[in-house]
């Protein structure tokens, strides 16, 4: 969720900009300062209050009945951060008073909000810390009893480093992205523009049109970005790299990857990912723990599900998910306020009321649709390895299932996750090996996970259609509403 908590805080505050909002409260800016920062402080240091105490009664009784408490905790911290930097940007002006000092530049005001939240989440982690390295000091011995490779635990700074870099920086690079392409749109239209008189009636569409074209750009572009933020190197030659090519050449078709590349964390992530939308920028990435843990069956079942996510176009339909459903839910309740109170639109109330339900709505939808592709992907690697096994279509085999399931058990306890723990965009991986066993036998050309991704795809492109449909709507009666409530 950590991903999702950055996005709903920048999206506030881009909201924020764009609403232009009557101020409700009238504070002056040091007290916006302290009633932002403070209580993100008192809720981040009160969770990592709490898991240092419960590290300490593991190191002295061996006692870890405050673990899972801490656990949930700590997620309730997080929550209460993002929540409590919502009520500082729309209720205490914090970006209004930051903006007093900086100028009108909305990206040096933007990164500065999110200043508070981004180090009340590491101080968040940094509570976590004493107990995630005497796990892995724990992890240690089995280790070179394995005869696996081990690493140095590392410092408190350096295992902060490593979240934020591979964990906040993640989504923060592509947001500031498109947020520096939008605001330096801004500005040039300001310069050739300086009055709305001046403005002529195709600017505004013009300047959302290449808006719209330099976010996907800076998307695209991303990947270049994040390889270097994240510690990677391209794979060596040898056996395991050729084996890991032949799934992206495999019996599922051909799939444009440039590069595999070794992510290294330092022992401390199990992790795989595919980067890039684009055949020249896309990398599969995966971490060193991973490939040091995992049999190589199981890797390559690993890097077929990955190699799914891009042969099924998998980052295309949540895009268009995400898109539809927001001009679904957001432009359809404003159209719903307009038509029935139309008074009631530029409220405070009306305003944060539907930026809510639309915001809730796109993630509940967005995490149905991510579950379904999760098992298609798993689906996928099981076919890539039965195929493998039997130079062809045909029934899922039992082996093939079994190095699947095998991986999602690994990666699992790699990560210290039980089997069931549910999760918003992958479900539980109990769950997932439940789906892959039932196909055992199944023709793999007519898997259930394949059926219900066809099934969830259709409904994309119908809310879709639906949301743009409405969108066009909204931003036509627009400027009628605003002539009809104008004074």
């Known amino acids: 969720m950590l991903h999702v908590s950055l996005i709903i805080c920048w999206a506030v505050l881009h909201a924020n900009d764009l609403a232009e909002l009557p101020r409700p409260l009238g504070l002056a800016a040091p007290i916006a300062l302290a009633l932002a920062i403070l209580p993100q402080l008192v809720i981040a240091g009160g969770a990592a209050s709490l898991t240092t105490l419960a590290s300490r009664r593991l190191a002295r009784a061996g006692r870890t009945d ?9 997620a309730l911290a997080r929550i209460g951060v993002v929540g409590w930097h919502i009520v500082a940007v729309v209720l205490l002006q914090w970006q209004a008073s930051i903006r007093a000092v900086t100028g009108g530049l909305s990206l040096v005001d933007q990164a500065i909000a999110l200043l508070p939240v981004i180090f009340a989440l590491l101080l968040i982690d940094a509570g976590s810390y004493p107990v995630e390295r005497r796990i892995r000091e724990a992890a240690l011995v089995r280790a070179l009893d394995e005869g696996r490779p081990v690493h140095a635990v590392p410092s408190l700074p350096r295992w902060l480093t490593t979240r934020f870099r591979h964990g906040m920086a993640t989504v923060l690079v592509p947001l500031f992205l498109i947020a520096a392409w939008v605001e330096g749109l801004d500005l040039a239209a300001s310069g050739l523009w300086p009055t709305q008189e001046d403005e002529p009636a195709w600017a505004p569409w013009a300047l959302s049109g290449m808006q719209l074209i330099g976010a996907v750009g800076a998307l695209a572009l991303t990947p270049l970005l994040l390889r270097r933020v994240w510690d990677t190197v391209r794979i060596q030659p040898g056996e395991l790299r050729e ?4 799934v992206c050449d495999g019996p599922n078709g051909r799939v444009g990857i440039s590069a595999i590349l070794i992510w290294r964390t330092s022992g401390q992530i199990a ?8 055949p020249g920028i896309r990398y599969i990435v995966l971490t060193d723990k991973l490939i040091e843990s995992l049999p190589e069956p199981e890797l390559e079942a690993v890097v077929a599900h990955e190699v799914a996510h891009v042969k099924r176009h ?10 539809g459903c927001v001009g679904l839910a957001g432009s359809g309740l404003a159209l719903a306020v307009r038509a ?3 008074g009631l639109e530029h409220t405070v109330l009306s305003q944060a009321t539907i930026s809510i339900a639309a915001l809730t709505l796109t993630l509940v939808f967005l995490g149905y649709i991510s579950r379904r592709f999760e098992r298609q992907a798993d689906a996928f690697a099981a076919r890539h390895l039965s195929r493998l096994e039997s130079n062809g279509p045909g029934p ?13 058990r690994r990666v699992a306890r790699l990560n210290g996750s039980p089997l069931r723990r549910w999760g918003w965009r992958h479900g539980s991986i109990a769950e997932r090996i439940g789906v892959l066993t039932r196909a055992v036998g199944i023709d793999d050309t007519r898997l259930p996970a394949d059926r219900a991704a066809r099934r969830v ?10 949301g743009t449909g409405l969108t066009i709507a909204d931003l036509a009666t627009y400027p009628e509403t605003n002539e009809s409530i104008a004074p």
């Open 243 to 246: 084996r890991l090519v032949r």
């Open 314 to 323: 998998h980052i295309v339909w949540l895009g268009a998910g995400v898109l």
């Open 271 to 278: 992790n795989a990912a595919v980067l890039g939308m684009l």
């Open 340 to 342: 029935v109170a139309p």
């Open 396 to 408: 899922l085999s039992e082996s093939a299932v079994s190095h699947v399931a095998g991986a999602l």
């Open 66 to 74: 405050w673990l899972a408490a801490s656990d949930i905790v700590n």
């Open 457 to 466: 795809q259709a409904l994309i492109v119908a809310i879709f259609v639906t």
